[in-house]
């Protein structure tokens, strides 16, 4: 089963937005958000901007 996770990685003042799909790569935004909530919300935001990767996992492809 394809999967998305979205997370917020620990920086000194904050969080970095996470996101990892399912064909094990992941991202983590330059971006420094002062909550977790603002975090995931920027990550989840992120993932319409990759189009050709969602195509991929609803198709159930890797990669």
Not at 15 to 31: M, N, P, R
Not at 42 to 47: D, E, F, G, R, Y
Request: proline share 10%; net charge negative; hydrophobic share 45%.
């Amino acid at each position: 089963m394809a999967h998305v996770t979205p997370g917020a990685v620990p920086a000194d003042s904050g969080s970095h937005a996470g996101i990892e799909l399912f064909d094990g790569i992941s991202f983590t935004s330059a971006e420094i958000y002062p909550s977790i909530a603002g975090a995931l919300t920027a990550a989840a935001l992120k993932l319409p901007d990759m189009p050709g990767r969602l195509k991929r996992l609803h198709a159930g492809q890797p990669g």
